[in-house]
């Protein structure tokens, strides 16, 4: 083709990217200025300053790597583990499988965890694990796996890993900015997320956060780290507190401003309002997708508000729904993910998308395509009836100022 | 602060980030779509397409690394590379260090061809080493070295390294859209570049290309690439010409509408008239420079013409000349880099900045500020009338439409 690319206006309720709000590409779109310009330097220190309070953390160690969140996992096993290590995974997911990719690159050995795809982490068998595997240098975790759906207790295997003297390493990536994520509180060591989900921000960038733990650990490496551009002893040197940043490589300075406004978005609502009005849609459109006689693969207890990760109807085309919801309402869900691929849909209701118009739009959506294509579910005037008595009245909506 | 950000309207004129076209801010702003969405789906085509016409090549692996050129640069060693494995790496800048690095990461030896700062790679040199290291399994080398601003000879060195049974790695970072590069043509395996350069697009991206023999090198490793991130067999799922496309990471879709635009504007105006744009900037920076006393520190035969390196006069101060240009005039021009700290600025005129309203303001300003601290030049009348011989009335402009 090689013409102008206009994307179509969207509904993005898959499991991310999310919609970006208005404030957010607007910021993207502002002048490109240099990486080392004393105005760029003041900016990056209020993001790291954003980043800690999204993460509730007082780490010094903590910044937008420049890549996605897959390079944010990265980071933190590269660094923590060097060749000859041991690493124990609890694995609920496709991300966990990742994790395990990441230490045996890492030349370092891993022990999985396992538990049963759309089941929360068992801190019980962590521990038996941990009990049986003295010599391991740390524990890693997905606390919110995208996956499946399903939310872990960070705070309990965090605190099983530190008291075997194992560092953590926790993906935050679906969590940050919807459900609850702190850091010190949990007593994490390494914490990596992405912009993408639950912070409304365009995908590309990788928050993480480092405990002094870490970085001791990181400084008492006896080898060099494997990549050069996660290398966080060079990261450090330009995105560090010192008067004087050393080049490192060139940050992405536009998306960073995207990054930035979407920090602000956030303390602008406040966390916990931001928490509150994910779990808020989430129970309109469970009690709705309920009515459309659809269930959900997590248990209610683990479940994440964010991403509802549910079963498709017997009988049901998946591709065929995705694609007629996609085509004619321009809406997104999520198709399923590794062992759960064509078993299930992953509908996200992250960050800016998170609202009520979306429950609405997508229980309307879903049932006129299921009614076409002869699934025998109550009439959708119910799904709307049951998710109306969720939502609320004077749900706080983000403010857009030019 | 934690304040919306709002950055100055600079002119880019050092090493990158470069003044970024409007038309590409302007496409980063536009909606996010999913990374799996068909529409996107199609722009992915349409970006390896317009890379294989950036890069003058077919090779089928071409596309964006989702991170900057230094992750483009490790995604050349990491899959290209075992442990135990020989490099040669040619070195004449900072770039040429950091490719040892990478080497060495990989659990490789590099072997290394040192030229001077300022001066192209030595063929002769290489070609020593290649007869002394017969096992070696790969050269390196930086097309532009952005730290001196000198370029090499790229397809002499790649013809070398392909007689002595190499694979080639090249940095063309600085140099693709601004100078010639052909990777076809060269006979080049793995070629990296960055947006922020002479692509006029944000920094973030890095596009790079893989010839066939360097595909089949990554299918014999007997080893996993150490990244699971920038591993291409992974990346190819995603990247590839497949019908059905594997989720690797998520794609930074904005990031890739803005560089989808810089690529169109680059195919627009045409290679050549690119190239020829930036060599006329370049001739006129360069007439206005030597009457203000300020000269070259690469030989003019190895000049890029984007990126002009030039000593600081005697007894001027650096940092002082960079501030007051920065906030008098809002100008931006490179400090030096490495061995160069403190010696040498770098003048880019690169991409949309390398215009002739750029290289006015900059010899108008340098002229200013230096007169006021005391340099003893010929008034900078004559620096504008002599940059006038080389100014051409018609230079073909960006077309901006909305």
Redesign the interface.
């Known amino acids: 083709?090689?013409?102008?690319?206009?994307?179509?206006?969207?509904t993005?309720m898959?499991p991310?990217?999310s919609?970006?709000s208005p404030r957010v590409?607007?910021?993207?779109?502002?002048?490109?200025?240099?990486?080392l310009?004393?105005?760029?330097i003041?900016?990056m220190d209020?993001i790291k300053?954003?980043l800690q309070y999204a993460f509730q953390t007082k780490n010094a160690l903590t910044l937008p790597i420049?890549?996605?969140?897959?390079?944010g996992m990265?980071a933190c096993f590269v660094n923590l583990l060097e060749a000859g290590d041991k690493a124990i995974v609890c694995q609920n997911g496709v991300f966990g499988a990742?994790m395990k990719?990441?230490v045996?690159?890492?030349g370092a050995t891993a022990v999985m965890v396992e538990d049963r795809w759309g089941e929360a982490v068992d801190p019980q068998k962590l521990e038996d694990a941990l009990k049986q595997h003295q010599d391991a240098k740390l524990v890693a975790f997905v606390h919110a796996e995208t996956s499946t759906g399903a939310q872990s207790d960070a705070k309990t295997l965090c605190a099983l890993a530190t008291k075997h003297g194992c560092l953590s390493i926790v993906d935050t990536v679906t969590s940050l900015g919807g459900t609850e994520v702190a850091v010190d509180d949990w007593g994490a060591d390494a914490v990596y997320a992405?912009t993408?989900k639950c912070l409304s921000c365009?995908?590309?960038i990788s928050p993480v956060t480092f405990s002094e733990r870490a970085v001791a650990a990181i400084k008492a490496r006896s080898t060099?780290?494997?990549?050069?551009?996660l290398d966080m002893e060079l990261v450090m040197g330009y995105w560090g507190g010192a008067s004087k940043r050393a080049?490192?490589?060139?940050?992405?300075?536009?998306?960073l401003?995207a990054l930035?406004?979407s920090l602000?978005i956030l303390?602008e609502e406040g966390l916990e309002n931001a928490w509150q009005r994910h779990q808020q849609n989430h129970l309109a459109l469970a009690a709705g997708l309920e009515c459309l006689g659809i269930s959900f693969v997590v248990p209610e207890k683990s479940r994440l508000p964010q991403l509802n990760n549910v079963t498709i109807p017997a009988g049901i085309d998946d591709a065929l729904v995705r694609k007629t919801l996609?085509e004619r309402y321009s809406l997104?869900i999520g198709a399923g993910?590794g062992d759960l691929a064509g078993k299930v849909w992953r509908i996200g209701l992250m960050g800016f998308a998170s609202k009520q118009e979306n429950v609405l739009l997508c229980l309307n959506a879903l049932d006129n395509v299921l009614i076409e294509l002869g699934a025998n579910h109550q009439p959708g005037e119910a799904a709307a009836t049951a998710a109306r008595a969720y939502l609320v009245p004077n749900q706080k909506l983000e403010v857009f100022e030019n």
């Open positions: 083709m090689s013409t102008q690319f206009h994307p179509p206006l969207r993005l898959g991310g990217p919609d970006v590409l607007q910021a993207l779109a502002r002048p490109c200025i240099g990486h310009d004393p105005q760029f003041a900016l209020d300053a954003l420049s890549a996605p969140g897959s390079a990265e990742r990719e990441n045996e690159r890492c992405g993408q365009v995908p590309g060099k780290v494997q990549s050069w551009f080049y490192h490589h060139t940050a992405p300075v536009n998306a401003y930035h406004e602000l303390k996609l997104e993910l």
